[in-house]
């Protein structure tokens, strides 16, 4: 729950006002020992803390996946494997893994989705990571246009969904190989290009640094480079742009 939210329940009777003033007095972050949660970060910064599971031991995970669902009602994890997943849906059943882009989630009925990012990819191999970008954005409430399998060895694929992507208030161009999706989306739209550069590829791509240095040194305007199969930092991102760019080229959704 954020600051407007309490406010809002303050006006309308559902809590008292020393139960909100018990809100705002609570300290920014909340001990666990093993971490420190950041339950005030959508305060901040308009985005809720998301749990990047990788590496974490499976008791670690699981009572902070219990603790920020509690603070928040829903709750986002990234990178998370099967393994994982089940351990947590032991203790909440209702909970969804994408086997594809590896995110974790139990996440509010009937969302708005505003405004639109599309998010295109190069090749079928790249879809792990443009579905990080897409489900990250959709979690926070973005519209998301998926154009998949449009790269530059069958450009005429690409100009077939311009019209799609030239409506979208950013577009999130995913690539591995050489990279070109990103220079060549660039060159079209009117709108700005977040460059998701993959490790796909064969032994020259350096897991992603081939396409890496082409995103970076693109000759087309309006591209941002994020990290190698970055797909989460790209959906923040475009959701951020997305915000700023409000309905005007969107349209509103409920799932």
Do not use: W
């Not at 909100?20 to 949660?37: D, I, S, T, V």
């Not at 994890?77 to 351990?87: I, L």
């Not at 639109?116 to 246009?145: K, L, M, N, R, W």
């Not at 923040?236 to 509103?252: F, K, W």
């Amino acid at each position: 729950m954020n600051a407007r939210e309490v406010l809002e329940q303050v006006r309308e009777g559902r809590i008292s006002v020393d139960e909100a003033e018990g809100y705002f007095r609570r300290q920014p972050f909340e001990e666990m020992e093993f971490a420190k949660l950041d339950l005030h970060r959508k305060v901040r910064s308009g985005f809720p803390e998301v749990i990047y599971c990788q590496g974490k031991a499976e008791a670690h995970l699981l009572k902070i996946f219990e603790r920020l669902y509690e603070a928040e009602g829903e709750v986002f994890g990234t990178r998370a494997s099967v393994e994982q997943y089940e351990r947590i849906r032991e203790s909440f059943p209702e909970t969804v893994y994408d086997p594809v882009s590896r995110i974790i989630k139990i996440e509010k009925e009937e969302k708005k989705r505003t405004g639109c990012i599309a998010v295109c990819t190069a090749g079928t191999a790249d879809i792990s990571v443009a579905e990080e970008a897409a489900q990250t954005a959709e979690y926070f409430g973005s519209h998301v246009d998926r154009i998949y399998d449009v790269g530059v060895a069958g450009i005429h694929r690409l100009f077939s969904r311009m019209d799609r992507i030239q409506k979208a208030n950013c577009v999130i161009a995913v690539a591995g190989m050489e990279g070109a999706l990103a220079s060549v989306i660039g060159g079209l739209v009117d709108k700005p290009v977040i460059a998701v550069p993959t490790s796909v590829g064969y032994g020259a791509s350096f897991q992603g640094v081939a396409p890496l240095l082409t995103m970076i040194n693109s000759c087309a305007n309006g591209i941002a480079v994020v990290n190698i199969d970055n797909g989460y930092g790209a959906g923040y991102i475009a959701t951020q742009i997305n915000r700023m760019g409000g309905e005007t080229n969107g349209q509103d959704t409920v799932s």
